[in-house]
């Protein structure tokens, strides 16, 4: 299966909610990793099966801790959990102290994430800087993924972001893909092509998979701000419009078999 890093290039353009989107409407078994340096929104915005509270130590922190003690490979699986709906989550820190305390583990969780069994892992890395943990995780991926809106100053940032993460990629000796989403008003059908063409301006090699529509109502809803049916919205429309793009950009050979 398939490890899909998403990041942010400037401040907070959607990447986690586009995570949990993409993950919760995915066809293929998913786990929804939550790899925020700075504290992620898992375990806040989501409740277990029964409504209930999910547990804040279990997941990166525990998987850590069996990390130092070389047990990840076999109890991986106990370290997720599953929220209403079905979907497998593994729980972040809470806060960028807790961060910390990972120190070198970065490098083996990657690893350990690429070797899930049966399933398909999107993680949400927080915001791309230089120097941030989850770096590794970007390098093993099968793909990274910038979530930005089509704002001048937003592609921008993308741009200089792009620049940087493609020559950090490429020391790996096996270059990463990169793509990117837009989030971008419904009707804005332009949004994807000016990207493009910002993207082959400046010579940058990243591959453009779509939009994501700008749906507040939607993203309420998925945030657990609101308790309406979300299967209708125009955000899940168009997140399950954008999943064979995603596919066939991490996994070629399976992409290309999705309907």
Excluded at 6 to 23: H, I, R
Excluded at 170 to 175: E, K
Excluded at 214 to 238: F, H, M, N, W
Aim: proline share 9%; hydrophobic share 45%.
């Amino acid at each position: 299966m398939t490890l899909t890093a998403f990041v942010s290039a400037k401040g907070s353009p959607g990447v986690s909610t586009t995570a949990a989107l993409l993950a919760g409407v995915a066809p293929r078994p998913t786990v929804l990793a939550d790899l925020d340096p700075v504290g992620g929104d898992v375990v806040l915005r989501h409740r277990d099966p029964a409504g209930k509270p999910l547990a804040p130590d279990r997941g990166l922190l525990s998987l850590g801790a069996a990390l130092r003690r070389g047990q990840a490979d076999r109890v991986l699986p106990e370290h997720l959990q599953v929220v209403s709906g079905g979907l497998e989550v593994l729980v972040g820190v809470t806060s960028p102290e807790q961060v910390n305390g990972l120190g070198p583990l970065w490098p083996p969780l990657a690893q350990a994430l690429r070797a899930v069994p049966g399933r398909d892992v999107f993680a949400d890395c927080g915001r791309l800087t230089v120097g941030s943990p989850a770096l590794p995780v970007l390098t093993a991926a099968d793909g990274v993924v910038l979530v930005t809106r089509p704002h001048l100053e937003h592609l921008a940032h993308l741009r200089e972001r792009l620049r940087w993460l493609l020559e950090t990629l490429a020391l790996g000796g096996t270059p990463v893909p990169v793509g990117v989403i837009l989030i971008a008003p419904e009707r804005d059908r332009g949004a994807a092509a000016e990207c493009r063409q910002l993207l082959d301006t400046a010579h940058l090699r990243a591959t453009v998979l779509g939009t994501l529509a700008q749906d507040e109502k939607g993203a309420a809803i998925l945030t657990g701000r609101s308790d309406r049916p979300a299967g209708r919205t125009s955000l899940v429309r168009s997140a399950r419009a954008l999943l064979p793009a995603l596919y066939r950009f991490v996994d070629p050979p399976l992409g290309g078999d999705l309907r």
